[in-house]
């Protein structure tokens, strides 16, 4: 089955506290990307990445890292979160670029006390 | 500021009538634009995209319409299902070597039977 997997599912951790969320696609997708969704602001791209070892910045990159070491993996790295990045946080690939349909992730919802 | 913007954050519709949700946009640069669908707990799933070429695009039930001296897009849903309610988020991309894709806020469709 195609699919975009994402892991914790569910975190809550506190301030300082290095995380990684786990991206995996099973597609061969070259392109890759996270965004966070807020009340009242939608869904905002964090980071993309056009293939492996190609990664650029979304509109709201401050405080995140990423890493596009093989194909199917894109883990989303916070060294130091903030209670600022309390969201909800979903991974997506497609084909190539963003003129295929991009499939997404179930999401994390990470809490940050 | 939003570049991409959905102003209507909610829409109720009778189940068999027309729904038609708006989105605005305000950079030229913008080629490629696409409509999410997304139901609680799960990510967002690919509706329907159009290329700035045209100004139609047709799938089963949705249409969307493309307006470019207008700045303006719209999804059509006829006719409208209970299995519609969603949030929808319409998004846009400058193409060419951009793969940033940005999201407008959203707009939850209701659809009563």
């Known amino acids: 089955e195609a699919q975009v997997t994402q892991n914790p599912r569910y975190l809550i951790t506190v301030t300082g506290k290095k995380l990684t969320v786990t991206c995996s696609q099973n597609m061969n997708h070259e392109y890759m990307s996270w965004y966070r969704q807020d009340p009242g602001l939608g869904l905002r791209q964090i980071y993309y990445?056009?293939?492996?070892?190609?990664?650029d910045k979304g509109d709201v990159p401050e405080g995140y890292k990423v890493s596009r070491k093989e194909k199917r993996n894109f883990p989303l790295i916070l060294e130091s979160p903030s209670p600022n990045q309390t969201s909800l946080y979903f991974c997506?690939?497609?084909?190539?670029?963003?003129?295929?349909?991009?499939?997404f992730g179930p999401g994390t919802r990470l809490t940050v006390t | 500021d939003q570049q991409v913007k959905q102003n209507s954050p909610s829409l109720s519709v009778q189940e068999g009538r027309i729904s038609i949700l708006n989105c605005d946009y305000t950079n030229s640069m913008f080629d490629y634009f696409l409509w999410y669908k997304k139901y609680p707990a799960e990510g967002p799933t690919f509706l329907i995209s159009?290329?700035?070429?045209?100004d139609k695009n047709e799938d089963g039930r949705f249409t969307v319409f493309l307006n470019k001296s207008a700045k303006h897009l719209s999804l059509h849903i006829v006719p409208s299902q209970p299995g519609d309610s969603a949030v929808y988020f319409c998004a846009a991309s400058a193409g060419g070597s951009n793969y940033k894709l940005t999201f407008g806020k959203g707009t939850l469709l209701t659809v009563n039977p």
């Open positions: 159009i290329s700035s070429i045209k």
């Open positions: 997506a690939s497609s084909k190539t670029g963003i003129s295929y349909e991009q499939y």
């Open positions: 990445s056009m293939n492996v070892e190609v990664t």
